[in-house]
C-alpha cells in the first residue's frame, strides 16, 4: 500500500510563452511518517524520437513531510531550445512530473504540450528558423496520464516482482489514464492525437 497519496496538480500557468517557467501546485496526503524526503522532478520530453532529448527541468526535495494533507508550490525552468531539434520546437510534447522516496519513483503524471505561435499569421506562415519570442504553449491539464509504482517503502531498493495481476489501466470518472505498475517503465512518448485540455485534477 502506498503510504503517498496525490490529491492534486494544479497547473498555475497552463497557458504561457515558450520561455516561461512550469508553475505547479502539488497536494499530497502521507498516511505515515516517512525518514526522508520525497523529490519531485519536472521533466521535458524534446523529441519523440530518442531519450537522449529529455531535459530534466528542475527537482526539489519536499521534507520532512508530516503526516496528513501537505501542499507545496514547484516552478521550474523552461527547456533550453539549443537542447531540441529545430523539427521539434514546434508542435505537441509531453511534460512528466515526478516523485521519488529513496531514489524509488513511486508516481508520475504526464501532461500533453502543445508549442505554436500565437499569432494566426505565423502559424499559417510559419517561417524557415523557429521565432521562439512569438511561440506560446499550452498544458492540454484535463487528462493527465497516471502512473503509481508499487515500492517497498521500508526499503525502496528491495524492487516489488511483478505478476500479472499488478499492472492495469484505468479510466477515471474525469477521464484520465490511470495506470498501476510494478516497475517504472521508459516513459512515454508523445502521439499525434490530443484530447482537449482544462481541469488539472488527479484523483488517485
Not at 53 to 64: A, I, N, T
Not at 91 to 116: H, M, P, W
Not at 157 to 183: H, Y
Request: hydrophobic letters at 35%; charged letters at 25%.
Amino acid at each position: 500500500m502506498s503510504i503517498v497519496h496525490l490529491q492534486n496538480v494544479e497547473i498555475i500557468n497552463s497557458h504561457a510563452r515558450f520561455s516561461d517557467p512550469y508553475i505547479f501546485k502539488v497536494t499530497f496526503e502521507c498516511i505515515s511518517p516517512l525518514e526522508d524526503d520525497i523529490e519531485w522532478k519536472l521533466i521535458y520530453v524534446g523529441s519523440a524520437e530518442s531519450e537522449k532529448y529529455d531535459q530534466e527541468l528542475d527537482s526539489c526535495m519536499v521534507g520532512p513531510v508530516p503526516v496528513g494533507v501537505n501542499s507545496f508550490e514547484f516552478e521550474a525552468e523552461a527547456p533550453s531550445p539549443e537542447k531540441i531539434p529545430a523539427s521539434d520546437l514546434l508542435g505537441v510534447t509531453v511534460i512528466l512530473l515526478t516523485a521519488s522516496y529513496k531514489d524509488a519513483e513511486f508516481i508520475r503524471v504526464g501532461y500533453y504540450v502543445n508549442n505554436d505561435y500565437e499569432s494566426e499569421e505565423l502559424r499559417e506562415n510559419p517561417p524557415e528558423d523557429v521565432q521562439l519570442d512569438k511561440v506560446c504553449r499550452e498544458v492540454l491539464a484535463s487528462k493527465p496520464r497516471v502512473t503509481r509504482f508499487n515500492i517497498n517503502w521500508d526499503n525502496p531498493k528491495n524492487v516489488i516482482e511483478p505478476s500479472a495481476s499488478e499492472t492495469k489501466t484505468t479510466q477515471t470518472q474525469e477521464g484520465e489514464a490511470e495506470t498501476v505498475e510494478t516497475t517504472p517503465k521508459p516513459m512515454y512518448r508523445p502521439e499525434s492525437e490530443l484530447s482537449q485540455g482544462g481541469s488539472a485534477f488527479v484523483p488517485l
